[in-house]
């Protein structure tokens, strides 16, 4: 903890502090299963800033009637996406580019972050904390008994779901009864299809966008990403429209399938139900090419300071502290996650190992469920995909959701 003590010590803190020289500020976080990990950080971190004490609020919804109240939490942590990013456009967020993390950043990292837009261009409204990467897990003991190794191309991933189903073993579990755990197969197939950050950065926004005729447009950019969908939905089970999250999980992890498209939060789970149950975890390859293969990450943690705060500099202090390499290192190392920052500490666990050496040279990319606004009701489309099969029926809906949001925004 040498180096976190480090960070703790870099800004000046008082000594022999009482209560009314001592600075509160409150950290805003909607993780519950994280509650006790930042309790333990918040105790080391005010065991080295006695004039600072940290409080921890974990109730998501406090986030928005703070903000309309004037109150909002000093310090904000988010799994970032377009929602995150109309407050950053808003300028509800402080300038974070003169902190040392910065510097510490994978340019990857904040290039996903900066790709929804800034306050202001030379701004930075949140350091990367946590990328969760997902991708396919697959039981390793099946795929030596079938003597299928991972899959590298597309023919391959198709070859190999031939193999397991020839000799009557489901490929892939499928569980759309749970709508948004369809997101995960479509954003491989998008994701390895389709620049999302760019198509994104084309889509109208606004009424006025609207009016410059756009030529962007998922009918046209996405037709290959979603057919791709749909021969993956076809080596599922059969009853995987009646199968939930919870079916998949015990299903999978007894020997039910061969792979479970799913992310880290799946895998102490599976563990659970069968701790002897052997799995990996690889990024699905889009093309017949290796080296375009890329990974599936959500910025799943990130540390943003709230621009009108009157305690900034105590705030600083402590997401100096918390974006310390040993701090961020060990918590992805517990939470089956990677670091975002340069010459990050490999991720050994095997089960998510596989995707490390994309991580390492920045081929990834952002989930794209992380890129439409919550009314939009992407989940639903996504399962009435998956039961009827039309994708012509699915991009008409997705362009006519979107430009419904658009033309109420001014």
């Known amino acids: 903890m040498a180096a976190v003590a480090a960070v703790g010590l870099a800004l000046p803190a008082c000594s022999g502090t009482s209560a009314d020289t001592i600075t509160t500020i409150r950290l805003q976080q909607n993780k519950p299963e994280v509650v006790e990990y930042f309790n333990a950080l918040i105790k080391d971190f005010e065991s080295k800033n006695p004039d600072i004490r940290v409080v921890q ?22 799994a970032y996406s377009v929602t995150v990013a109309d407050f950053t456009k808003k300028g509800i967020f402080a300038d974070l ?7 510490m950043a994978d340019p990857k990292s904040l290039e996903l972050i900066k790709s929804f837009g ?7 409204s949140a ?25 590298t191309t597309w023919s391959e991933f198709l070859g190999a779901c031939t193999t397991f189903q020839a000799a009557g073993l489901t490929p892939i579990y499928g569980t759309f009864k749970d709508s948004w755990t369809l997101g995960q197969p479509y954003g491989y197939a998008s994701g390895g299809t389709v620049d999302l950050a760019d198509f994104f950065s084309r889509m109208p926004l606004t009424a006025e966008d609207l009016k410059s005729d756009p030529t962007v447009s998922f009918s046209s950019d996405f037709k290959i990403a979603t057919d791709k969908f749909l021969k993956i939905l076809g080596f599922m089970q059969k009853d995987a429209g009646s199968r939930s999250y919870t ?4 299903a999978f992890a007894k020997g039910g399938a061969a792979m479970y498209m799913q992310g880290p939060w799946a895998l102490s789970e599976l563990t659970t139900i069968n701790p002897d149950l052997k799995v990996g975890t690889f990024a699905l390859p889009m093309s017949e090419d290796p080296t375009e293969t890329k990974a599936q990450v959500t910025l799943d943690m990130t540390f943003s300071i709230v621009r009108s705060t009157p305690r900034l500099e105590a705030a600083k202090r402590f997401v100096s502290y918390l974006m310390d390499p040993a701090v961020v290192n060990a918590y992805n190392t517990k939470f089956s996650a990677f670091s975002p920052l340069k010459e990050a500490t490999v991720n050994a666990n095997p089960q ?3 995707l490390q050496p994309l991580i390492t040279s920045g081929k990834y990319y952002l989930n794209v469920t992380n890129y439409f606004p919550p009314a939009i009701t992407l989940n639903n489309y996504f399962q009435t995909l998956a039961l009827n099969r039309n994708d012509k029926a699915f991009l008409t809906t997705l362009d006519d959701a979107w430009h419904r949001v658009a033309t109420r925004n001014a």
């Not at 609020?57 to 988010?78: E, Q």
């Not at 580019?97 to 510097?103: E, K, M, N």
């Not at 800034?118 to 930075?124: F, G, I, K, T, V």
């Not at 390793?140 to 991972?150: E, M, R």
């Open 97 to 103: 580019s003169d902190l040392p993390a910065a510097a």
């Open 57 to 78: 609020d974990f109730n998501a919804g406090n986030w928005v009637p703070g903000l309309i109240r004037d109150n909002p939490a000093d310090v904000v942590t988010n």
């Open 118 to 124: 800034q306050y202001q261009d030379s701004e930075l």
């Open 127 to 151: 350091l990367p904390f946590s990328l969760a990467a997902a991708g396919v897990i697959y039981n390793k003991a099946l795929f030596d008994q079938h003597g299928v190794d991972v899959p």
């Open 247 to 250: 079916d998949g999980n015990a």
């Open 352 to 354: 998510i190992s596989g």
